[in-house]
């Protein structure tokens, strides 16, 4: 088995693991992974991940080019723009995700830093969240959003729409975007009840220890 028939199958296997969960839904969410030759697999458009073919994945080579597999993604744009600013990055995931989205649309939420630190996981895997204006799905300015960042953030909320993780890999991109989504239901459920937060303190002590990005 190839090394790209292997990303194949985890891509399918991964993203049917998040549908099955109910991480996503219909055919919401997109999924892309840097190969070796600098090319990309991506989900493609309108697709369910509870029903993705590995064979019919997008495949672009290193400049940009659909060479094989169904059209991909409309969302292509943000994927290339986390790819362009994020060397590090080796998987992007964008979710539909039910209670980070609610969580994202309440009046008290900072844009600058979306999640409260209700643990330190959040913090080790995502780093600050940045919630982006709404865009149209699709609209390449989202794109020229996240270029704006500069690499900064690894994870960021679309207005109105949903989050977007990149990772070292697929694996990692995943489960990042999990703890995204576990936090902000944390979140919700303790909305109102004045929960202790973990103060600068607790949170300097975890960014110190794990070398994190995105607390500048």
Known sequence: MTAE??????????????????LTHGS????????????????????????????????????GRLVSGDRPTKEMPL???????????????????CHSVAWSILPEVDPDDLLPPLTAYSLMQLGRVKLLPFFVPGDPATADAIRGLAGRRSAVMLAHHGPVVAGRDLEAAVNAME?????????LL???????????????????????EGFA
């Open 79 to 97: 994927h290339q723009a986390f790819y362009e600013t994020r060397s590090t990055a080796g998987a992007v995931v964008h979710l539909h995700s």
């Open 28 to 63: 919401t969410g997109n999924i892309s992974v840097r190969l070796e030759d600098g090319g990309l697999l991506v989900t493609p458009t309108g697709s369910s991940f509870g029903r993705l073919d590995p064979a019919r994945l997008s495949r672009f080579d290193a400049e």
């Open 179 to 187: 703890e995204l989504e576990a936090t902000a239901r944390l979140a």
């Open 190 to 212: 303790t909305r109102g009840a004045h929960p202790r937060l973990m103060d600068e303190n607790e949170v300097a002590a975890v960014v110190r220890a794990f070398d994190l």
């Open 5 to 22: 028939t292997r990303q194949r199958e985890e891509i399918c296997r991964l993203a049917a693991s998040l549908f099955d969960r109910g």
